[in-house]
């Protein structure tokens, strides 16, 4: 199954436009926590018609490693990218946003905090082990006392390989709780609510990206990259509830 995702992801930058603008196209694989703000961001971006990947973090990590090449890879971690780097797959990263990891409820859950779930049979979903979403929960979990992190992951129900999927489990009712980014709770439109985790065991989530070598249009992926720090794209994430690069 993973190597036919790749072909298809092949395939999905190597076939051209039938839709008759001259400009380049420029690739872009992304944490699928940056979808709203890249859609939203993306189209005014003016050299390039920008085509937009998004993926579990390591899930495109992999097909880089697998000689996908799409121009630009972000993440919502920053160790693939540093590792896509010391591996020569990407040039070096830059950091250009922060996110906040949150437990989500949906709006009327009775569920206040992280400890409640350890007290009840609540159900959760988290993200698998290999994408950021999931390595920053376990991180989290493990600060706490051991019988109270074995509770809780004893209710675990679902392990998704992104955080859309996590989401996806929450607003159809699959599960009473998940851990997510306090953006994917904004984009949910008011379904979901946002309870944050006690300064002690919140963790630090840095974004990076970079250019991939060997891209097609490595200088325009370079001035795409820029719009993160300062442009349309660090506009669209602030607004989405992204933090600065620290």
């Known amino acids: 199954m993973k190597r036919v995702a790749v072909l298809l992801a092949v395939a999905l930058i190597g076939c051209g436009s ?8 420029l690739v872009v694989s992304a ?6 703000a890249l859609d939203e961001c993306s189209p005014q971006f003016g050299g390039a018609r920008v085509r937009l990947s998004f993926a579990g973090s390591d899930e495109l990590a992999a097909q ?34 922060t996110n906040e990891l949150v437990l989500a409820v949906p709006r009327d859950s009775r569920i206040g905090s992280v400890g409640d779930l350890a007290k009840t049979d609540a159900t959760i979903a988290m993200g698998s082990e290999s994408v950021p979403i999931g390595s920053y929960t376990r991180a989290t979990l493990s600060k706490l006392p051991a019988s109270q992190e074995r ?18 489990k ?23 609510k946002a309870i944050r985790l006690p300064p002690d065991i919140e963790p630090r989530v840095t974004y990076m990206a970079g250019v991939v070598n060997g891209a097609d249009h490595p200088s325009l992926a370079r001035d ?7 442009g349309a ?14």
């Open 18 to 25: 039938d839709d008759g603008d001259p400009k380049p196209r």
């Open 31 to 36: 944490a699928s926590s940056l979808t709203e």
């Open 64 to 97: 880089i490693r697998k000689g996908v090449k799409p121009d630009v890879y972000a993440a919502a971690n920053s160790t693939l990218p540093s590792q896509l780097a010391q591996e020569d797959l990407l040039a070096t990263p830059m950091e250009f946003a």
């Open 151 to 168: 509770r809780i992951l004893a209710n675990v129900r679902s392990e998704e390989p992104d955080v859309k999927g996590i989401v996806g």
């Open 170 to 192: 929450l607003t159809q009712g699959s599960v009473d709780a998940g851990f997510v980014y306090v953006t994917d709770v904004k984009a949910a439109g008011g379904e979901l």
């Open 224 to 230: 795409y990259l820029d719009t993160f720090l300062d």
């Open 233 to 246: 794209c660090a506009d669209a994430l602030r607004a989405a509830g992204f933090g600065p690069a620290p």
